[in-house]
């Protein structure tokens, strides 16, 4: 079955530092890859997807992420944080063609001001 | 974006009750809705997959009689919890697919405390 992991659960950094969270997905096939990300008290929201393309994804709020196939990879990176990026991020991957969503455990990442 | 609303945000049950969530999409149609369940400090574990007019699809481990799905619109879709009890107690959240949409918009969950 497909797997997605991602690593060092919490997060804390300072506001204007810059922020990099892991993905890793053990499927060998066709994948469709998201970033979710969940503020506190609010709904799971898309902040990018990648299905083809260019590798390198832009989504909002200043995030980009970057699908490297060799490595079965989607790291989410955002240059500079700001204390509203506190919130949790799930990383997610579907099978092509199928829209089951599996998740990573999530990252808990709080900006300090 | 398009929006999914869960009722009730939160609810609290006796053991042994059962207890129904629904999943609304407010301006779509979503052929396909997915539950997922997810525990404290953990990630959302997907519990099965509801299919407007057909039964819904149950992941591995996933009790089909404990947790019933009805997918009767191409708006609504809800998950009864039946006979209840502590360790059910969780955050379940629904998500929606419109047809040919592969992006999945989620409700924003209900926290179901069984006592």
């Known amino acids: 079955a497909q797997s997605v992991s991602q690593h060092n659960h919490h997060v804390i950094l300072s506001e204007a530092a810059s922020l990099e969270l892991g993905c890793n997905y053990s499927?060998?096939?066709?994948?469709?890859l998201f970033w979710y990300v969940q503020y506190p008290g609010q709904h799971l929201q898309l902040l990018l997807k990648y299905f083809s393309g260019d590798p390198l994804v832009k989504g909002i709020k200043g995030f980009e992420a970057e699908f490297i196939k060799s490595k079965f990879s989607f790291n989410l990176r955002k240059p500079s944080v700001q204390w509203s990026d506190t919130a949790e991020y799930f990383c997610?991957?579907?099978?092509?063609?199928?829209?089951?969503?599996?998740f990573g455990k999530g990252n808990q990442v709080v900006v300090i001001p | 974006g398009a929006v999914v609303s869960q009722h009730p945000s939160w609810v609290i049950c006796k053991s042994g009750t059962s207890v129904k969530i629904e999943c609304r999409s407010l301006?779509?149609?979503?052929?396909?809705m997915f539950w997922y369940r997810q525990f404290p400090k953990q990630s959302l574990m997907l519990m099965a997959t509801?299919?407007?007019?057909?039964?819904?699809?149950?992941e591995q481990g996933v009790e089909k009689d404990k947790f019933l799905i009805n997918h009767a619109s191409l708006t609504l879709s809800t998950l009864t919890v039946t006979s209840a009890h502590p360790e059910d107690s969780s955050f379940y959240i629904c998500?929606?697919?419109?047809?040919?949409?592969?992006?999945?918009?989620f409700g924003q969950g209900t926290r179901l405390t069984v006592v």
């Open positions: 997610a991957v579907t099978l092509y063609g199928n829209n089951r969503l599996a």
């Open positions: 499927y060998g096939g066709t994948v469709n």
């Open positions: 301006d779509f149609q979503a052929t396909t």
């Open positions: 998500s929606a697919n419109g047809e040919g949409n592969t992006e999945a918009f």
């Open positions: 509801s299919n407007e007019g057909s039964k819904a699809t149950y």
